[in-house]
Nanobody, 122 residues
């Protein structure tokens, strides 16, 4: 299993910024997909942003132009820069990483972090 350690959550006022980090460790041969998801109380988990191995990014409409996802391949780390935060951004944020542990296609993994709380006050 690949271990994912998230950091950077916290309490911020509306209009403020936070930067989330998610570092992957363990037996990693390749990383294909890195993404951030969030789940607010009483709601389903939703994808916020994603970045693939070729650098292609995808954002939920609700965060476009406010959030930026990036990755550092040398550090096996994905970041989420969140600007102009709104109270509706309040949720637990999870990172998800997929790839292979070895060259074999049978070694694919799909792992999640433990989540980090983001709270935006009005």
């Amino acid at each position: 299993q690949v271990q994912l350690v998230e950091s950077g959550g916290g309490l911020v006022q509306a209009g403020g910024s936070l930067r989330l980090s998610c570092a992957a460790s363990g037996r990693i041969f390749s990383i294909k997909f890195m993404g951030w998801y969030r789940q607010a109380p009483g709601k389903q988990r939703e994808q916020v942003a994603a970045i693939t191995s070729d650098g292609s990014t995808n954002y939920a409409d609700s965060v476009k132009d406010r959030f930026t996802i990036s990755r550092d391949n040398a550090k096996n780390t994905v970041y989420l820069q969140m600007n102009s935060l709104k109270p509706e951004d309040t949720a637990v944020y999870y990172c998800r990483v997929t790839g292979r542990r070895t060259w074999s296609p049978r070694s694919e993994y799909d792992d999640w972090g433990q989540g980090t709380q983001v709270t935006v006050s009005s």
